[in-house]
């Protein structure tokens, strides 16, 4: 069964940090980008990063570069999304899809990925 789950989510406060995790099931993870996107309330899903199979040059929509850093452990069908710094603008549903493909293309479009997980809530409040 083609499964993924998300976890490491909660509440944080301003320039605090968090931890995502994607474990990915039913895929072989080598061979599939791993994309992170996220959705805030009256918003629209919005691609944050992007990783390949092969861990080349991973993506960042401009609002996250140099705060959060996607990473993947294929012995663990795991894909991270370390976010630091992280700001008020950052509260979202986060979700991790498996895309099309090996590589990032178009990574931001959600069009371009097979499979999602359920989400983890992120909140970033004093």
């Known amino acids: 069964q083609r499964q993924l789950v998300e976890s490491g989510g909660g509440l944080v406060q301003p320039g605090g940090s968090l931890r995502l995790a994607c474990a990915v099931s039913?895929?072989?993870?080598?061979?599939?980008?791993i994309g992170w996107f996220r959705q805030a309330p009256g918003k629209e899903r919005e691609g944050v990063s992007c990783i390949s199979s092969s861990d080349r040059s991973p993506y960042y929509v401009d609002s996250v570069k140099g705060r959060f850093t996607i990473s993947r452990d294929n012995a663990k069908n795991t894909v991270y999304l370390q976010m630091n710094s992280l700001k008020p603008e950052d509260t979202a549903v986060y979700y991790c899809a498996v895309h099309s493909y090996s590589y990032c293309s178009a990574y931001v479009s959600p069009r371009n990925y097979d499979y999602w997980g359920q989400g983890t809530q992120v909140t970033v409040s004093s």
């Open positions: 039913g895929f072989r993870l080598d061979f599939h980008a």
